[in-house]
């Protein structure tokens, strides 16, 4: 199994403040994936990157994938309250089991009106 | 469009009662994954689905059964509950060879 760290493992902001949550292994992955998991519900799937150095923008959120594709970070600007959530990396497992995820143990974010 | 359904939302067993959770997908994607997740920690894989082959991981207690009756439907068993099953289970979808996998909204399973 290859091994994500995320960091920090709490924040809490002010609303409209940035932040950067990051995902770093020391393995190198297919891909990585992003989700954000509201309290009570499945996480749900907000970006996949694939190629080293690619930077992917959805709204407010940048997503990063290191050169080496062994580590990732996601960067809010101007945060609201709607972006709090439990925030996952997951990595894609070397093949044949690329179908297999390597989850981060999360990134709670609270955002305070 | 739910693309994933899992039911019921909220199962409430007692100890050693036997409990059946249910996953449905609209996807079409050949592989399901079964996943459990505790107090804000990451999702932790107990089996998945690749079209009818079963993969049990590794630490995944015999406590805890799949069964695939088609592409649409998977089920996980826990044959006798214990307080330490109380968690959140996820059911997941992917097209194999592809790597996003979409989550079901989940099942929370508390143990009395």
Partial sequence: TQLLEQSPQFLSIQEGENLTVYCNSSSVFSSLQWYRQEPGEGPVLLVTVVTGGEVKKLKRLTFQFGDARKDSSLHITAAQPGDTGLYLCAGSNSFPNDYKLSFGAGTTVTVRA | ?112
């Fill in chain 2, 1 to 112: 469009d739910a693309m994933v359904i899992q039911n019921p939302r909220y199962q409430v067993t007692q100890f050693g009662k036997p409990v059946t959770l249910s996953c449905s997908q609209t996807l079409n994607h050949n592989v399901m994954y079964w996943y459990q997740q505790k107090s804000s920690q990451a999702p932790k894989l107990l089996f998945h689905y690749y079209d009818k082959d079963f993969n049990n991981e590794a630490d995944t207690p015999d406590n805890f059964q799949s069964r695939r009756p088609n592409t649409s439907f998977c089920f996980l068993d826990i044959r006798s509950p214990g307080l330490g099953d109380a968690a959140m289970y996820l059911c997941a979808t992917s097209a194999g060879g592809i790597y996003e996998q979409y989550f079901g909204p989940g099942t929370r399973l508390t143990v009395t």
